[in-house]
């Protein structure tokens, strides 16, 4: 059996690599796809050359795609952004900006993140009340990436510092608009 497999390893290089690849077509980020990319190279080159390849000349060959496609994987980036869907640490969550998936309390609940990486979904607490499925939030607290601390984006928009500059516009127009109808009425008299 092992010398079948010997004497046919190229073809078995092959299978073994387009196995790998069709498991990193059904979940994609796994870098399954640079250990497929090697064996079926190894495996294709082993079958093209009328040359009896010994095994230690297709481990070798099966290093030298890898390291190739390797290389070509990380400076390509097939599945985009150059790494912005990946989280490098807990801290980097901070800011994050996402969805409820179930309804978030202060003592449970699920969100899905935008750039939340392979596993968008963290458990989460709100920051302050309840808010319901389907509504934005931003993360407030990694938490140690085990649970987020999540606020509405909604309540976020208008908290006291937008409130008062609102309130200082406000005033602002008010008083613009008291010192056009000033100059008007004396425009007018003149």
């Known amino acids: 059996m092992v010398e079948?497999?010997?004497?046919?390893?190229?073809?078995?290089?092959l299978a073994a690599g387009l196995g790998l690849m069709v498991l990193e077509a059904i979940s994609p980020g796994a870098h399954l796809i640079v250990i497929g990319v090697a064996l079926a190279g190894a495996g294709l080159v082993g079958?093209?050359?009328p040359l009896t390849l010994s095994p230690f000349v297709l481990v070798a060959l099966t290093l030298v795609i890898g390291v190739i496609a390797t290389y070509v994987y990380r400076e390509f980036d097939f599945y985009g952004g150059k790494g912005t869907a990946q989280t490098r640490d807990s801290d980097s969550l901070a800011g994050?900006?996402?969805y409820v998936t179930k309804t978030v309390t202060n003592r449970s609940g699920e969100v899905k993140l935008e750039d939340?990486?392979?596993a968008p979904y963290y458990s989460a607490r709100s920051h302050d009340g309840t808010i319901e499925e389907g509504e934005e939030i931003i993360v407030l607290d990694p938490g140690?990436?085990?649970v987020l601390t999540v606020a509405s984006l909604e309540a976020l928009e208008t908290d006291s510092i937008d409130r008062e500059l609102a309130r200082e516009?406000?005033?602002?127009?008010?008083?613009?608009?008291?010192s056009r109808d000033t100059v008007s009425e004396t425009e007018g008299s003149g």
């Open 169 to 178: 516009a406000r005033r602002a127009d008010a008083e613009n608009s008291s």
């Open 47 to 49: 079958m093209l050359l």
């Open 144 to 146: 140690g990436g085990n």
């Open 116 to 118: 939340g990486g392979f």
């Open 96 to 98: 994050s900006t996402g």
């Open 4 to 13: 079948f497999l010997v004497d046919n390893l190229p073809v078995v290089l």
